[in-house]
């Protein structure tokens, strides 16, 4: 059985709200989320001139989205973490750790999908 509230149009408008509220924090309070998004604007256009089909284009600008999608679940970690987890704690670091882990192997994916695509 689904949450009570609200469905249909309302729900999409609430949750539609809710993923603004967070990326607007997110981009207030991530230093590392604003050099990625301002990255992947930069390199988006190149990747929709150097790809020359869909499918190379789809590839070249959804690694970088990808990027963002591993570090918006990082900062979301990153910020549960410290709310409930002040004192150090081995697993409060391993949970850091592991999520900024999944950040710099969305970039390597970056970096290999390119040269992939613009070596073949």
Known sequence: MGK??????TRLINATTYSMAGLAWAWRNEAALRQEAILALLL????C???????????????LLLV???????????AVVDRFG?????????????????VFVSLVNVFVVWLLVLLT
């Open 86 to 102: 002040g004192e150090h704690h081995a697993l409060s670091k391993a949970a850091k750790d592991v999520a900024s882990a999944a």
């Open 68 to 78: 963002l999608l591993v570090e918006l679940i990082n900062t979301a970690v990153e």
């Open 4 to 9: 009570p509230g609200n469905t249909g149009f």
């Open 44 to 47: 988006a256009p190149l990747a």
């Open 49 to 63: 001139y150097l790809g020359e089909t869909g499918v190379e284009r789809a590839l070249l600008v959804g690694v």
